[in-house]
């Protein structure tokens, strides 16, 4: 996906994969600015450990709370900064609206999972003015301090670490059951049907149907897989690394053909 863009950008530049412990992050974040790096992502178990380990935090960072792309750019006296950003956010909120049709400003959601990804998705559906926001996770005390942080920012919000009683606009699933075909669906049938949900957004791309999403077509539902968002967050980090609009359909192309091999 990123080298798709960066090829249709002209830009001679190569994105590269590597796997880093994350007793070793600070030593590669500081290997990668020496090495004059344009910038790095990051994904789990680092965004949040990188939030202390870069010489300035962009407002996506600060306000979600997670760096899942760095910039190294030049300041005053030729030394190099590494600033941490968040794309995280944005791109859940416009894969919703792009694949689903769904606004979210009044909308009734379910949000399934309560970890990383998941208070990041909670924090900016809180930010989007949902009228109401159902946390459901497996440790139900993670769901409650989770409904308690949300508050404290958004007061107006209604937030309940409960399933909802009536229908609702969205089911957002943040958790990882689905990655494989045998596992169970991420909520409690008995406590909540999907035939309340409208809407059912899946973060999982790989497998393209999980569980979730096949009982949610099946339900009726509309239903979107996280490809979308994989894309969004990746073509909102190339246009902080280049300061250019991101080659969208090239991007999109690549991943569809990396991930399905279609």
């Known amino acids: 996906m990123q080298n798709a863009g960066i090829a249709a950008l002209g830009l001679d530049w190569r994105y590269l994969a590597f796997e880093v412990h994350p007793d070793n992050l600070r030593a590669a974040i500081e290997g990668a600015k020496q090495m004059k790096f344009v910038g790095v992502n990051l994904t789990v178990p680092h965004k949040l450990l990188a939030m202390g380990m870069v010489d300035a935090l962009d407002d996506s960072a600060k306000i979600w709370g997670a760096v899942n792309t760095i910039r190294f750019e030049p300041c005053d006296g030729g030394e190099i900064r590494a600033v941490g950003f968040n794309t995280d956010a944005d791109a859940i909120t416009r894969a919703i609206r792009e694949d689903l049709g769904t606004e979210l400003r009044g909308a009734k959601v379910v949000l399934l999972g309560a970890g990383g990804a998941g208070r990041v998705a909670a924090l900016k559906l809180a930010a989007e003015n949902v009228a109401e ?130």
Not at 171 to 177: D, G, I, P, W, Y
Not at 201 to 226: F, H, Q, W
């Open 133 to 262: 926001l159902f946390l459901v996770n497996r440790t139900v005390s993670k769901a409650e301090a989770l409904t308690a942080e949300i508050l404290t920012g958004h007061p107006k919000v209604s937030v309940k670490a409960a399933y909802p009683t009536g229908s609702v606009d969205l089911v957002l699933n943040a958790t990882s059951l689905g990655l494989k075909k045998d596992d169970a669906l991420p909520l409690d049938a008995k406590k909540f049907s999907l035939k309340q949900a409208r809407a059912v957004y899946d973060m999982i791309y790989r497998p393209a149907e999980t569980p979730l999403l096949k009982s949610a077509k099946a339900a009726g539902c509309r239903v979107a897989n996280g490809l979308s968002m994989l894309l969004f967050q990746g073509a909102k980090a190339l246009e902080i690394w280049t300061g250019k609009p991101a080659p969208i359909d090239a991007m999109r192309a690549a991943l569809e053909k990396n991930v399905y091999g279609s």
